[in-house]
């Protein structure tokens, strides 16, 4: 059985130019230990479709789903108060900004015990331990003084790490990282990565990446999906997605790689024939600026 | 026959941090001597992390700031800003395009003034000249005529980094500083605005120095790379040099720390995985 499976998921939204489908009909499914990734570009409802899961949308989104599974419980037929036990204790999300997504008013420590008490049944001096040892593993040096530091004290990679910190607190089967390393250099970028990858498997946790980089994909995904606006272009293990693309926008995407560069131009994914053009027959409201 | 565009010697730049209640005066030095030249209608690629002053750099090429020592020619003409100031003269052959394009254009502008500012401050080009020649370089840079009367929030980044391109064309450059211009856009968005950048530079014969930390940008774009680490240029040659036999640490570090999207690193990567599992 999978850990997460999201069966014909739909997101609206309403605009004033009538409701726009920001996900149209995805099937997504994760398994316990595997990494999947979810590529596209943006306004593709890569994030908008996690965030459905995590029940973070505002109002004016409409979540329709088939059903969506988490570790046998119908996330959608569960009460707020339910499901905010699962959210943030089983399911877990890194956001792309580490500054912006600490708070600013609290420190570091604050911010890790804060989950711990919420979802954990533990007392003050077990709670610190276990913020302690979580700075450690994300590898976070003197993590007993850090824990006194603000947000505003520390570099973006250690807010990413104090971020990772936070969504592993307590031991999540599912861990949603959207975006992690999009801020963040390449050397310190390829240390984010490695610390996730190596948490994943230390933990047994399943992993869903969101990025539009075809680089992270390629160093961390077991499986792939291609999204392009809000459908599902193309799912497959990472291997033949490289090797053996089959959607054109897949084709395009991995094309428009500067490292894959054959002639002077690169090419563009306006370069090649769109399917999804003829499938969106569908109400979706044009954009004000068309690309 | 090359020309040499632009040229530094051992350029300096320090500033200073004035001390608060708790802490003391100190000096930063941003930029600790660099030298370098580039020649027309050539890139050089200047690669590094946040904070090794790649910007900073930027920000003197451009004339926007001073540098605190050493020498700049530009078109063959020593340039000193905080001696005798900047004239527009100068304005005209050095322009900058940014990094986010949300942050560069003024939202209450409508891009057709966008593009005729440049124009109106340093030149006396009369308003309808100013009009057609804005319209043209929209045309120039994959937009069309209905966008001139449109305002920034109307476009996407790709867009809108295209109008920020024509913004810095419209005076005829012959120096375009380009400050991270694709690391704020998609994958193919990123490959349309390098190809746009690439026609420019042969319709134009434009020089660019490009700023950026994404190494298969570089090794696509660059003619010359630059590696800039604490201040300190460890690494500068041309890019065959650079990419094929690294010299300093740093250079391999980024090398290293670079993501492999090639078949093989992938199967590797797998392969290695199930025998762990």
Redesign the interface.
Known sequence: MPLLAIKNLSVSFLTSTGPFMAVNGIDITVDAREVLAIVG??GSGKSVSMLAVMGLLPDSATVKADSMVFDGIDLLRLEPKERRRIIGRDVAMIFQEPMASLNPCFTVGFQIEEVLRVHMNMDRSQRRKRAIELLTAVGIPDPADRLKSYPHQMS?GQCQRVMIAIAIACNPKLLIADEPTTAL??????QI?DLLVGLQ?EHGMGMIMIT????????TA?RVVVQYKGRKMEEAD??SL??NPQSNYTK???A??????TG???????DYQMEVEDSTAVKTPPL??P? | MSETVLSVQNIKRDYHVSGGLFSKARTVHAVKGVSFSVEKGKTLAIVGESGCGKSTLARIITLIDAPTSGSLQIDGQTVDIAQNGLTSDLRRKVQIVFQNPYGSLNPRQKIGDVLGEPLKINTDTPASERRDRAMAMLKKVGLSEEHFNRYPHMFSGGQRQRIAIARALMLNPKLLVLDEPVSALDLSVQAQVLNLLADLQDEFQLTYVFISHDLSVVRYIADEVMVMYFGEAVEYGTRDEVFANPKHSYTQTLFAATPRADVESIRARVAKKRAAA
């Open positions: 570009e943006s973006g250099d390449v050397t310190i970028q390829k990565l498997q539009h980089n075809m680089g992270v994909v390629a160093e077991d990472v291997l490289f090797e395009a995407l991995l428009a790689l500067p490292e894959n560069a002077d131009r690169l090419p563009t994914v306006g004000e600026a690309l």
